[in-house]
């Protein structure tokens, strides 16, 4: 799907890139085994790319949508769909919540197998909630924000956004 405004390019770019990364974490997570013994050496790295996915981009893109972009859509009458999108935020900050402190003690070698259990439950969770999140938001709100921005709040906005 090839959009018309910055924003939504932008918004369509960082969503690839984490869809990306989340296959990557879907794929070694739900084939890492619960016992430390036969754990892939890599997944401490992956663990550490997913803790930065958490800390800064889901952060400041569900940020920017809720304060920029869900006002907007529900000030053009799509107030469901922006409330149903802000729900979804909802649940993915509480699995981040859960889910960050165990991808950091990953990253830096320190989970035991207790706890690289219950990362490999909360990572599966977060690419199942994510990846269906976006595949809403490139159907849905994506189309719509080329529909609601003109060239001047497009351009300002997007240029706010790269500045985050």
């Known amino acids: 799907m090839t959009f018309q405004r910055q924003v939504s390019r932008m918004l369509d770019d960082e969503h690839r890139l984490n869809l990306q ?3 990557r974490v879907e794929q070694a997570f ?11 050496p890599e997944l401490p790295t992956l663990a550490g790319a997913f803790v930065r996915h958490i800390e ?8 920017f949508e809720e304060r920029e972009l869900f006002p907007r859509m529900a000030d053009a009458g799509d107030g469901d769909m922006a409330a149903l999108l802000i729900e979804e935020h909802e649940a993915i900050r509480t699995v981040a919540g859960e889910l960050l402190p ?3 003690a990953a990253a ?26 976006i595949q809403k938001e490139t159907m849905a709100l994506l189309p ?3 529909d609601l921005l003109d060239e001047g709040s497009d351009r300002e906005l997007a240029f706010a956004y790269a500045a985050v």
């Open 108 to 133: 830096a070698g320190t989970l035991d197998d207790t706890g690289w259990g219950e990362l490999k439950r909360s990572a599966l969770e977060m690419v199942e909630r994510q990846v269906a999140h």
């Open 56 to 63: 800064q981009d889901i952060g400041r893109h569900f940020d």
């Open 30 to 40: 739900a084939q890492a085994p619960r016992s430390g013994a036969a754990r892939d």
């Open 102 to 104: 165990l991808a950091r």
């Open 21 to 23: 990364l989340l296959g």
């Open 144 to 146: 719509l924000i080329d």
